[in-house]
């Protein structure tokens, strides 16, 4: 059985007066990750550590990396990576020989349709989209924005999968797409994901390409195109510490805790997580002990992720204008919300199908909650 091991030495912590350091290591087969945050909280220190955790950075820059025979993108809420995958294949058309523009229509496609229209150079597209599978997305912007030609031009192939929802199908989709078209198995392979889950799908990747990773056919590395990082705002609030990007441009703060923290137990290899001894979604994933300390006193913190539901539910969130809906249900606050979802995991009470409106952070939009 493929494992994706990982170690981590006990974080080391210096505190003099004003300054605290707390430094880790995490290790993934050759690569090792450097984690290191000065003169901030420990609540932050313990989110950048997740999140370089999840983005699984194997592949520090897109730009200047190896070329491979396979490059797949997932398609997310943060365009900042397309761009700049976009931008090195015109600049280096000669980076990978395949090409995988990947994502259907899944909970969080709204959520591209929102940050297409309000991007200061992809906004144009936006009536073009709608309704439109992830990968499309991804394809418009090529197409409209950068030079195919250019990035064609020395024989690479440009496929578009345009039905999986979730990461394990992005993974086997991708593959019956390469099968379907003819293409042998490629031997190196660079996965583009949001980086809040790029771990889990380089995972995925190597489940659906179990054998072929087995014996050294495969090779497949994260490339989240950045790691996204915390620092302390004004009036201990958090605020983004990404060069290059807006902040307008990345995840409202509270989605972004809500995904780091919800998707620790996802990796974990137990009965409810996805790997061999759960749902089978991914390989053995070895969480560090520094990584599940930081996401308790993260997860403590932050009350836990906000949406939480038994197995026996799905739960579906959909961003919806509050212009556009005239006639809603009753409002419900988060935190009764979260309530709900603890009691009906606990069974305490039975939750039938039900769709609530409620406020997300942001203030200006609100999402559909159905639980059915």
């Not at 901030?40 to 025979?69: G, K, R, Y």
């Not at 992830?134 to 418009?140: G, M, N």
């Not at 390409?209 to 996204?228: D, H, M, Q, T």
């Amino acid at each position: 059985m493929r494992s994706r091991k990982a170690e981590a030495a006990a974080p080391v912590l210096f505190r003099e007066s004003h300054l605290i350091i707390i430094s880790s290591f995490v290790h993934w087969r050759e690569e090792t990750i450097h984690v290191q945050a000065t003169s901030m909280s420990s609540e932050t220190s313990d989110v950048n550590l997740l999140a370089t955790f999840l983005a699984h950075p194997q592949v520090s820059s897109i730009s200047a990396a190896e070329p491979v025979d396979c490059i797949v993108i997932c398609a997310s809420a943060v365009l900042h990576q397309a761009t700049v995958l976009f931008r090195a294949l015109e600049s280096r058309p000669d980076l990978t020989r395949t090409l995988v523009l990947c994502g259907g229509i899944g909970h969080s496609t709204s959520l591209i349709y929102d940050a297409v229209s309000k991007h200061p150079v992809y906004h144009e597209l936006a009536s073009d989209i709608e309704g439109k599978p992830e990968a499309r997305v991804l394809e418009a912007i090529l197409k409209r924005h950068f030079d195919v030609n250019k990035i064609t031009s020395q024989g690479c192939q440009i496929l578009v999968e345009d039905q999986s929802t979730n990461c394990g199908a992005n993974a086997s989709r991708t593959k019956e797409l390469l099968v379907k078209e003819g293409l042998m198995v490629p031997k190196t392979m660079v996965v583009v994901q949001d980086p809040t889950m790029a771990l889990r799908t380089v995972a995925a990747f190597e489940k659906v390409y179990e054998n072929e990773v087995s014996v050294g056919r495969l090779v497949v590395k994260s490339a989240p195109i950045f790691v996204p990082s915390m620092k302390d705002g004004n009036g201990g609030k958090a605020a983004w510490d990404v060069d290059d990007i807006e902040a307008n441009e990345l995840w409202d703060v509270g989605r972004f805790y809500d995904l780091i923290v919800g998707e620790i137990p996802r990796l974990r290899d137990d009965i409810n997580g996805y790997g061999p001894k759960g749902r089978g979604f991914i390989v053995h994933v070895d969480v560090p002990a520094a990584i599940e300390e930081a996401w308790s006193r993260l997860r403590e913190k932050t009350g836990g992720s906000r949406w939480q539901c038994s197995e026996k539910y799905s739960l579906r969130l959909r961003r919806w204008s509050w212009a556009r809906r005239q006639s809603k249900p009753g409002v419900i606050s988060l935190q009764q919300i979260s309530i709900g979802w603890n009691e009906m995991a606990d069974n305490s009470i039975t939750w039938r199908k039900k769709t609530k409106i409620c406020p997300i952070s942001d203030g200006r939009a609100y999402s559909q909650v159905t639980c059915s």
